[in-house]
């Protein structure tokens, strides 16, 4: 993972720095909120979680809105076109957790269940191309397509048991890590306040679909809700507000 993540992270440095004295370099620091879209975004109900003889899957991952910073940073080679790349990094924290809780209990047949859980992360690095086009005196569209690598790890879900005045051992769904290709579609308004320095509000699509192999802990009864295996997108829309500079310009 860390040889792949320097790779793309020297990708992004070399755009944004070869040849970087013939016109432009614009830096950007960036946060907001993320909407996590499809299965990633969706809970289930605790009816369906329920299951007394053998494991059932489930297919959604209950992220709720989360929040993410990044920066970027772009050569532009010309009037309107540049290369460069954007860090990223985004966190989401888990909803329906009480659905969660209600299913193992249910399942398990026990008189309390407490449920437990840390959040998704993603970071991403993604060279690619960034548009500029200026609509007025202070005021300039931007825009930009990204393709890149991006580490996601999945929550980690811990279902405390406890029945007839007994704590039994706990069912845990450990973390899962993957790296995997992401790409990202933005576009936003740019205010120049003074000189090169800039107000930025901005969308994106934000898109990976790592593989996870995720473990869990022996259970005292085969049933419940059981993943051993996620693989779908964990897509977003995002919405970022922040500052930028340019560091010099020919084009006028």
């Keep these: 993972m860390a040889k792949y993540l ?5 990708l992004c440095f070399a755009s944004v720095s070869a040849f970087a004295q013939k016109d432009a370099i614009i830096l950007e620091f ?9 299965n990633f975004s969706k809970t289930s109900t605790a009816s369906s979680l329920m299951s007394t003889n053998g494991t059932i899957g489930d297919d959604h991952g209950y992220a709720n809105t989360g929040g993410f910073f990044s920066v970027d940073g772009a050569w532009f080679f010309s009037k309107y076109f540049g290369i460069g790349g954007m860090f ?8 329906g957790v009480d659905s969660l809780s209600q299913g193992y209990e249910e399942s398990f047949d026990v008189d309390t269940t407490r449920t437990y859980t840390t959040s998704y992360k993603i970071w991403s690095i993604m060279p690619g191309l960034y548009f500029n086009l200026p609509l007025a005196k202070k005021f300039a569209f931007d825009a930009r397509a990204l393709v890149g690598i991006a580490d996601a790890s999945t929550p980690q879900i811990y279902v405390n048991i406890e029945d007839g005045g007994v704590t039994d051992p706990p069912a845990i769904q450990y973390s899962a890590s993957k790296v995997a290709f992401a790409a990202d579609l933005g ?25 996870f ?19 779908q997108p964990l897509a977003s829309v995002n919405f970022a507000a922040g500052l930028a500079y340019t560091l010099w310009r020919k084009h006028k």
């Design 6 to 10: 320097y790779m793309a992270f020297a």
């Design 30 to 38: 960036d946060g907001g909120v993320s909407m996590p879209l499809g």
């Design 88 to 95: 990223k990094y985004g966190s989401y924290s888990l909803k």
């Design 187 to 211: 576009l936003g308004l740019r205010y120049y306040i003074y000189r090169g320095l800039s107000i930025n509000v901005k969308a994106d699509y934000f898109y990976t679909k790592p593989d």
């Design 213 to 231: 192999t995720i473990s869990n802990t022996q259970r005292l009864n085969n049933a419940g809700r059981e993943i051993s295996s996620y693989n």
